[in-house]
């Protein structure tokens, strides 16, 4: 049965559902996303639905995690956040549906939603197992499309989390290696490489921070924004997302020191530099 003839749901009322982002690591080039798409608007066609990005790395759980983590909160409240990033598709991973800080997500049960909660519990955890929200025949190897939209649409409409499958007391996984205490400051890593090269650790600051990151042989004090280093020149700073982050100004800082994931680096507070 194609997505046209998905199941439709009754006449909606006067209110606007809410907004479905959608994350994937489909890219530009097939129809996957247009699929998708099509068996939302078929379900749900006022549903606002917004491309969150569908550039993750393929088959990349903690690009995909990053992403989600670092953005679901600019959107309205009761937004419902789809995340397909799902290399166990058909196997045994269960799909999750999460309320959280006021929104609603869908993943699979890989470590996409373990970004957004940061340590912190859901305030609501469901499996996904009721099939009366699925599309009507449902294809191992594509459950963006059989699964996660209508299930989505389903939920803008109004589905509960309770209707959609048993409480699940589980966390989700966490997607990356915590940031940990040593003397002097603080050992992190690199998670995530953005379009521009720039290099984001796990290492959260605050805005008043102040110190040192010693990384690739050199100390970088931390810099308030990128125009602060000369032309090519490593810096460290506060990214937009909060977390500890290094770039090359006008340039790859991934690319130029062979940054990639997992490349230590030590935050120093500036209390205990020197």
């Known amino acids: 049965m194609t997505a046209a003839r998905a199941r439709r749901a009754p006449p909606e009322p006067d209110i606007v559902p809410p907004w479905i982002t959608l994350l994937t690591d489909f890219g530009p080039r097939d129809t996957y996303i247009g699929m998708m798409k099509g068996v939302i608007a078929t379900i749900a066609p006022r549903a606002v639905v917004v ?4 550039g993750v790395a393929p088959q990349d759980i903690v690009d995909g995690a990053y992403l989600l983590a670092t953005s679901y909160r600019y959107f309205p409240a009761g937004t419902i956040h789809v995340a397909v990033v799902d290399p166990g ?18 993943a699979p049960d890989n470590g996409l939603l373990g970004g957004v909660l940061g340590g912190k519990a859901p305030d609501r955890l469901v499996e996904v197992k009721n099939t009366r929200y699925f599309l009507p025949r449902v294809a191992a190897t594509f459950h963006g499309r059989d699964i996660f939209a209508p299930v989505a649409a389903h939920m803008a409409l109004g589905a509960k989390l309770d209707e959609l499958g048993p409480a699940r007391a589980e966390m989700p996984k966490q997607p990356w290696p915590e940031a940990s205490a040593v003397p002097g400051g603080v050992r992190g890593e690199v998670i995530y490489r953005d379009h521009f090269g ?8 605050d805005e008043n921070a102040a110190g040192t990151a010693r990384v690739a042989g050199k100390d970088l004090p931390l810099s308030s924004h990128y125009a602060q280093a000369a032309r090519g020149e490593l810096v460290a700073l506060r990214g937009s997302s909060g977390y500890l982050e290094l770039a090359v100004r006008e340039g790859s800082a991934s690319e130029r020191f062979g940054l990639d994931r997992g490349a230590g680096i030590l935050w120093i507070p500036a209390a205990r530099s020197g």
């Open 51 to 54: 491309d969150l990005s569908h």
């Open 89 to 106: 598709v058909g196997g045994t991973r269960a799909i999750l549906a999460m309320e959280f800080g006021g929104f609603r997500f869908l």
């Open 198 to 205: 720039n290099c984001i650790t796990n290492i959260r600051l």
